[in-house]
Structures are given as structure tokens and as C-alpha cells.
Nanobody, 125 residues
Framework: QLQLVESGGGLVQPGGSLRLSCAAS????????MGWFRQAPGKEREFVAAIMWRGGSTYYADSVKGRFTISRDNAKNTVYLQMNSLKPEDTAIYYC??????????????????WGQGTQVTVSS
């Protein structure tokens, strides 16, 4: 059974940084894509970034491009989201997810079939 466990959320001031982690267990990620989504209160869950486990290609939402970096550690079966220059509008619950059926990065929420429980990120002074 595939499990995803996020960590690293918290409260940070505008302009600060956080690094989120998502540890996967129960399967081998070789051919999967892993993504990060976020959901702010009253809003739809939106795509943030994703990485192909094999090859390491990445893709970012325009709203985070240049500020966020997604990466992976194959040995630890873990994906990271380094978030710099955080803004109040980045406040949301962040979820990691796995797309086990695609062979390229997809951004639609419906494409991802496994989800973590989420971790809260709050950007406020």
C-alpha cells in the first residue's frame, strides 16, 4: 500500500523560506511523477510543481516559478519542495501526490491517484 507522509510546514514571515518533505513508502517510484499541490481556504486545490522520478524533469506553476524548487532523493524515496521568497498568498495546505499512470508530468488534480495528508504553510508577519 502506497503511503505519502508530508512534513516541514509551519509559520514563516514574508520573504522567508521553508522546505517541505514527502516520504513515500510501499512502492517503487521509478516510473512515477510526484507533485505538490496546495489548497487555500475557500479555493480549489491547485498544482504547484512536479518531478518525474526517472530523469528528474520538472514543471512549475507560473505563480511559484523562480521561487520554489522541487527535487528528489532516490535513496530515501523522498521528494522535497524548497520554498523561498514566500508571500502571504502562498498560505495554504500543501499536499504531495503521486501520478502512477502517466509517462510525463501532468498538472490536473485528477491525474494524481495517491495523496498525502497535507501540511499547513502560513506566511504572515
Amino acid at each position: 500500500q502506497l503511503q505519502l507522509v508530508e512534513s516541514g510546514g509551519g509559520l514563516v514571515q514574508p520573504g522567508g523560506s521553508l522546505r517541505l518533505s514527502c516520504a513515500a513508502s510501499g512502492f517503487t517510484l521509478d516510473y512515477y511523477a510526484m507533485g505538490w499541490f496546495r489548497q487555500a481556504p475557500g479555493k480549489e486545490r491547485e498544482f504547484v510543481a512536479a518531478i518525474m522520478w526517472r530523469g528528474g524533469s520538472t514543471y512549475y506553476a507560473d505563480s511559484v516559478k523562480g521561487r520554489f524548487t522541487i527535487s528528489r532523493d532516490n535513496a530515501k524515496n523522498t521528494v522535497y519542495l524548497q520554498m523561498n521568497s514566500l508571500k502571504p498568498e502562498d498560505t495554504a495546505i500543501y499536499y504531495c501526490a503521486v501520478d502512477s499512470r502517466g509517462y510525463s508530468i501532468r498538472t490536473a488534480r485528477a491525474s494524481y491517484d495517491y495523496w498525502g495528508q497535507g501540511t499547513q504553510v502560513t506566511v504572515s508577519s
